[in-house]
């Protein structure tokens, strides 16, 4: 097989870590991410990961309290997944390194872009955690970040669905899937698939977006790849 990405930035959601459960682990499903990481690696991909923390804490659960304080704890979750997520990765046979956007001593570096790259080059995986560090941003702005800082050739984005659809097709069985997007195109329509603000800093850094079904067995190793299509957003 052969990768048309030679550097990418997965964002997966903390969701598809718990498997059916809805909360908290499925340790097959955590494994099976996992694996398909691994197995990106040996193929010569050098892979940065940004798991969310959905499957412990949205910040939509906290409208009662201060949203900074919903926010925070919406960081700390993703630090959680972060860790699991890194130590799945080892357990299949490849190194991995966490990176939180804030200090946190004894659990993992702070982020700096520079040691990130050199870990890349290394044929090391880099699991970032924290988001952006900062109130009133989603991991999908972190991700973007993160994505642009590595100087990755695409944004990942591994969905619950197919791809982008014009509405949820969950709800509308007449929502049409998306082949390939504009930036443009994407914001004048008001998709909900990804923040605005992370597909405006794709576009002001030319950085490509591929979104596609996490389910199915290989599909992240597909989509790099090139056996999945999903939608791309350019």
């Not at 990405?5 to 997966?12: F, G, Q, S, T």
């Not at 959601?13 to 908290?24: F, P, T, V």
């Not at 130590?87 to 700096?112: C, H, K, M, P, Y």
Request: aromatic share 8%; proline share 1%.
């Amino acid at each position: 097989m052969q990768a048309k990405y030679k550097r990418i930035l997965l964002k997966i959601s903390g969701e598809a870590l718990s498997g059916n459960k809805g909360h908290g682990y499925d340790t097959q499903a955590l494994a099976q991410v996992a694996k398909q990481i691994a197995d990106l690696s040996k193929l010569g991909v050098q892979v940065g990961v940004v798991v969310g923390g959905g499957n412990f804490w949205r910040g939509r659960q906290g409208d009662e309290m201060d949203r900074s304080t919903a926010d925070y704890m919406g960081m700390l979750a993703t630090v959680i997944n972060a860790l699991a997520m890194a130590d799945s990765l080892e357990r299949q046979g490849v190194e991995a390194r966490v990176l939180t956007s804030f200090s946190i001593s004894g659990i993992g570096e702070t982020f700096n872009y520079k040691n990130a790259d050199r870990y890349l080059r290394e044929g090391k995986i880099v699991v970032f955690g924290g988001g952006t560090g900062n109130p009133y941003f989603t991991t999908d702005t972190g991700a973007s970040l993160r994505a642009v800082e590595i100087k990755a050739d695409a944004l990942l984005l591994a969905k619950n669905i197919d791809g982008i659809y014009d509405s949820d097709p969950k709800t509308n069985p007449s929502a049409k899937k998306f082949d390939k997007l504009t930036y443009d195109e994407y914001v004048a329509m008001g998709l909900k698939a990804l923040d605005t603000s992370a597909v405006v800093m794709c576009k002001e850094n030319g950085l490509k977006i591929h979104a596609f079904g996490l389910d199915g067995e290989g599909s992240i190793v597909n989509a790099v790849v090139g056996e999945q299509a999903g939608t791309v957003v350019y």
